[in-house]
């Protein structure tokens, strides 16, 4: 995909490949447990969707090309109404990228799942309106086996998002930081490192500065959450 009028598909599976291994393919995709959907964003439209669908969400399987998006979009979250035009928005102007995001998504039976979902341009022709993604999602919502990255994960995430303010942080209000984090005063920080009440009170000013936070207790709680305990 290489300008606006360039035509770069996934891979194709080839014709003459036997009928056993296009059904084992098929059914690679169907079995997964995630969703796949490719999706005509100019039209706009759903063109398939896999068999995972039904399983995962408890509607029927979206085969029908004349479904809708607007249909899809009524079953998001309110506040991740915009998902669909923020995912488009990025995809055309980086039409190499992946687009990744988090969004809440009505089940059947009328709760929501979390969903994590991976986009990327399917094939894009703007001479010929055609602007087609491929997404797959995974929920979130139920019980995850693995845990033990998680809250890595989490705090890794948090601190690329928040990379800007934590640059600003010095190695001295780091260590700081980390003490108030787990629990001591600051007549016990300033034992610890040497330092006199006043010094260590400056820090903390400073670091709520920086961090554009109010008290102590929001600062504790940005560096539990971006991994600066």
């Known amino acids: 995909m290489k300008g606006s ?12 490949l036997p009928v056993n291994m296009l059904d084992f393919l098929q059914s690679v995709v ?3 447990e995630a969703i796949v959907l490719v999706m005509d964003l100019n039209k706009p439209r759903l063109i398939w969707a896999n068999e995972s ?26 506040e991740d109404s915009s998902y669909l035009d923020d995912m488009k928005s990025f995809l055309i102007n980086n039409p190499d990228d992946t687009y990744t995001a988090f969004y809440r998504f009505r089940h059947a039976n009328g709760h929501y799942l979390w969903l994590f979902t991976s986009t990327r341009v399917f094939r894009i022709d703007k001479k010929r309106d055609i602007f087609e993604t491929v997404s797959v999602s995974v929920d979130f919502t139920g019980p995850i086996s ?7 994960f989490s705090q890794n995430k948090l601190q690329w998002l928040n990379q800007s303010r934590i640059s600003k942080i010095t190695k001295r209000e780091k260590e700081i930081l ?20 006043h010094t260590v009170n400056n820090h903390r000013k400073n670091m709520l500065k920086k961090l554009k936070l109010k008290n102590l207790a929001a600062l504790v709680n940005f560096a539990v959450e971006n991994g600066l305990d």
């Open 146 to 152: 693995y845990r033990k990255n998680l809250k890595q």
């Open 30 to 32: 169907n079995g997964i």
């Open 178 to 197: 980390k003490l108030f984090a787990s629990g001591s005063t600051t007549t016990e920080v300033s034992e610890l490192l040497n330092l006199s009440p």
């Open 5 to 16: 009028g360039s035509y770069s598909p996934l891979p194709q599976v080839e014709e003459h």
């Open 53 to 78: 669908f039904k399983r995962l969400t408890g509607f029927e399987k979206l085969t029908n090309v004349s479904f809708r998006l607007e249909q899809l979009i009524s079953r998001y979250h309110p």
